[in-house]
Structures are given as structure tokens and as C-alpha cells.
């Protein structure tokens, strides 16, 4: 259900964000999706991280990143979203879509394209078929971690968890054209499976529905993309 091949990918996502949990000239994970057991030696090692970064130099935001092996494409919106524009207190739709072998990435905000990114390495991101794993909340892969993102606090999975409020997150296995971003982006949207055509490329659907977490029943987080990827809350 996780998947970096031909057709790019589209990560969104609700957000609001009040605050800074990290102090200055450090990141908080959104997203992050790795290959596991698996070091950027491996020709099949793949990475996305999508993060924030907490800093009054123009570095500061948003920020992306593709890996193959040692091969980084990294990208950065500073047109769109500054540092107190991301913790404005207010709930966000966001929107990444990677294309073009992952070389360009486009970011939408509330339904509407914001900015496009194209990496400085400009660096075609080869298919793989390699299964992948990923933390929403905090980064997964503690795998050359420093090298990747710089001003990171611990090179550990759960470190540089995130301080925000999320919701209604979807990870498609394609490109999403603005119009369907922009249509669908502030409602719900119908699982696909291998029986039905409805939205087969929606690999992983979290509505977030389950309550607060303060009970063992509640610690799953049920996928509505139809092919039951349950996440489980840790922590």
C-alpha cells in the first residue's frame, strides 16, 4: 500500500499547529516512509520524509525529501509557508505531490496549488517493488538520518515527533491533478480494492476516528483505503 514507482505519489493531509514542541534549528516529522533493515548502501533502499523545520533563516518551513540509496532530492517551499505561518493555530489542508521520477514536487494548500519545487540535484528516483514502513508523527528510519536531514536532535525512530493536530490523511500511489485536489481536498473520499475501481490507487486512508487514545482498544487506527493497512498508535 506504500509504494515509490512510475506513477509518483500524492501525500495529504489535514494540519493545525499552535507551536514549536522543539526549540530553535530543529524538525518535526509529518511523515516519514523508509525501507526497512535497509541502509542507503542497498541499491533497493528508498526514503520520503516530509518535515517542518523550525528556523529564522530562509531554511525554515516546509520541507521534503526523496532518497535512493546515497542519491538525496530534497526540496523546500519558502514562498509559501514560513515558520509562524505553519503554527498559525489554524487547521490546513495540505497536499504534496511528487512527479516527474520524483525530481519535482508540487505543494497545495487549502485546495489550491501554492508552490513547485524542483530539486537541486534533479536526480531521477528509480521504481522499486521493495516493501516500505512509515511513521506519521515522528521520523521512522533511524538510517543515515544526519547525512539526510541536518539539526536533527537524535538519529532514532520517534525522535523529532511532531507537535500538531492531524487528520484525514491519505497517501495515494499517483499523481493527483490539481482538480482533484481541489475537489476533494474538504470532504471524505471511498476506498478502492483489488474487486473495485473506485480509487485503487489509495494506498492508505487514516480518518483518525478512533477517539483519544487512553485505552489498548483505541491504539489501532483503522486504514479506509480498502485494503485494511491498520496503524497502530504508539506512545
Not at 83 to 100: N, P
Request: proline residues 3%.
Amino acid at each position: 500500500n506504500l509504494t515509490l514507482d512510475d506513477n509518483g505519489v500524492t501525500v495529504e493531509f489535514w494540519m493545525k499547529k499552535s507551536g514549536w514542541g522543539l526549540p530553535a534549528n530543529s524538525r518535526e516529522a509529518i511523515f516519514d516512509m523508509a525501507t526497512p533493515n535497509l541502509t542507503p548502501v542497498d541499491s533497493d533502499y528508498r526514503r520520503m520524509v516530509i518535515h517542518m523545520y523550525n528556523s529564522s533563516s530562509p531554511a525554515g518551513g516546509m520541507h521534503a525529501a526523496i532518497v535512493e540509496g546515497t542519491t538525496r532530492n530534497m526540496f523546500s517551499f519558502p514562498g509559501s509557508l514560513s515558520v509562524a505561518s505553519l503554527a498559525d493555530g489554524e487547521w490546513h489542508h495540505y497536499a504534496f505531490v511528487f512527479e516527474d521520477s520524483y525530481k519535482v514536487a508540487k505543494l497545495y494548500i487549502d485546495g489550491k496549488f501554492a508552490e513547485e519545487s524542483t530539486s537541486p540535484s534533479a536526480t531521477a528516483i528509480s521504481p522499486t517493488n521493495t516493501s516500505l514502513n512509515a511513521c506519521i508523527g515522528s521520523q521512522y528510519s533511524s538510517q543515515d538520518l544526519k547525512t539526510l536531514l541536518t539539526d536533527l536532535n537524535k538519529a532514532e525512530p520517534g525522535y523529532n515527533k511532531l507537535s500538531a493536530s492531524l487528520d484525514e490523511f491519505r497517501f495515494w500511489k499517483t499523481t493527483r491533478t490539481a482538480e482533484q485536489i481541489g475537489m476533494h481536498y474538504n470532504t471524505q473520499v471511498f476506498g478502492g480494492t483489488n474487486t473495485d475501481d473506485a480509487n485503487t490507487d489509495l494506498g492508505v486512508y487514516y480518518k483518525f476516528n478512533e477517539g483519544i487514545m487512553n485505552t489498548e482498544q483505541d491504539a489501532t487506527i483503522l486504514d479506509y483505503s480498502g485494503r485494511i493497512s491498520n496503524g497502530v498508535w504508539t506512545g
